[in-house]
């Protein structure tokens, strides 16, 4: 069926997000744009845009390319290769839990100001996808399915940009990671081992890690403020992160605190991927913190380099954070190509 207007009388179908219970229970509802509503027919438009290779100018990455299911939606190198065979400067960032990010900043540097919007930039950046839009539009146009399918999911199969990167970021918004072992523990399922609560009180203790600012703490599931901070890789910047966005100097070095979820599965790690295991990541902040002009007032032990923990806390602590990893999530048939 073909059909350039709105179909009269045909409706999508509404597709409410699978809200986890402790999110439900902690934290506000997601944020849906009001002009993009959840389908499920936009849902699968947008999963069969992911992993298509037809957004690449020469057909050979998708956005699952960078954005791997088997590393939580990132891939295993420091930086990401686009279809030039080019490195780019920045880490992949893991998609899940996205619909939360309250302020609606993405990217690393918090360049993109919605996730319909962060879907826009990679098609044509030339290190990425190396494409442009007009050519991607008319191969998604000519393409045997997908009129119809924007059909079923938009009321038209006149096929834009906006209406691609809507599909895209409905898909993403149902990439939740919630089936963690300390998931399970916070409802009352499962018990932490001795190591892992002692963890979890580093963690939390201002005199040891101190890491719950800028990462949250069990009531806050999404262990992860979505906020920008310098955490004291470098003394001197080559790349100023969201001072680039904003422009202001007191930005300079600061990036997005991820998400601590399913670190077993998205190393290495920091906006640059420089630290390839969890212990080089801990060993920062615990004796390797680097002065600057922004450095964030919460690195309070600068002056000492970090937070100087034992290596047993910093042992419990590792097991701590790998207790917050999903495998359920990676495995999700649903999040599969």
Same mark, same amino acid.
């Given at each position: 069926m073909s059909c350039s207007n709105e179909d009269m009388g045909y409706q999508p179908t509404p597709k409410s997000l699978n809200i986890p219970q402790l999110f439900s229970d902690n934290i506000i509802t997601p944020v849906i744009p009001t002009n993009n509503p959840q389908t499920t027919e936009g849902i699968a438009l947008g999963k069969k845009l992911f992993f298509d290779n037809i957004l690449s100018a020469n057909g050979t990455q998708a956005c699952a390319s960078c954005h791997s299911p088997q590393n939580a939606f990132t891939d295993n190198t420091p930086t990401s290769d686009g279809i030039d065979g080019v490195f780019g400067t920045r880490n992949s960032m893991p998609l899940f839990n996205l619909a939360w990010n309250y302020n609606e900043r993405f990217n690393w540097d918090g360049l993109a100001l919605s996730l319909e919007r962060q879907a826009l930039e990679p098609v044509e950046n030339p290190i990425e996808l190396h494409s442009n839009w007009t050519n991607v539009i008319e191969r998604l146009q000519n393409h045997p399915e997908y009129p119809e399918l924007f059909r079923l999911a938009f009321k038209t199969n006149t096929i834009t940009k906006e209406l691609t990167t809507k599909a895209i970021a409905?898909?993403?918004?149902?990439?939740?990671?919630? =089936?963690? &072992?300390?998931d399970n523990y916070s409802l009352g399922q499962t018990s932490l081992t001795p190591q892992e609560l002692n963890g979890l009180d580093i963690f939390l203790r201002e005199d040891k890690g101190d890491c719950f600012h800028c990462h949250g703490n069990p009531n806050n599931p999404l262990w992860t403020d979505n906020d920008f901070h310098n955490n004291?890789?470098?003394?001197?910047?080559?790349d100023l992160g969201l001072g680039t966005v904003t422009g202001d100097p007191n930005d300079n070095g600061k990036f997005k605190s991820p998400s601590l979820r399913n670190l077993a599965f998205t190393a290495p790690y920091m906006h640059d991927g420089r630290f390839e295991t969890?212990?080089?990541?801990? =060993?920062?902040?615990?004796?390797?913190?680097? =002065?600057?002009?922004?450095?964030?007032?919460?690195? &309070?032990?600068?002056d000492q380099g970090g937070v100087q923990l034992s290596d047993q806390d910093k042992a419990d602590l590792k097991a701590f954070l790998l207790s917050l990893s999903d495998p359920s999530f990676i495995n999700n048939p649903e999040f599969q190509d």
């Open positions: 409905q898909f993403e918004r149902t990439l939740i990671s919630a =089936n963690s &072992k300390f004291g890789l470098d003394a001197t910047f080559s969890l212990d080089e990541v801990i =060993n920062h902040y615990s004796e390797g913190l680097q =002065n600057s002009s922004t450095i964030d007032p919460l690195m &309070k032990q600068i």
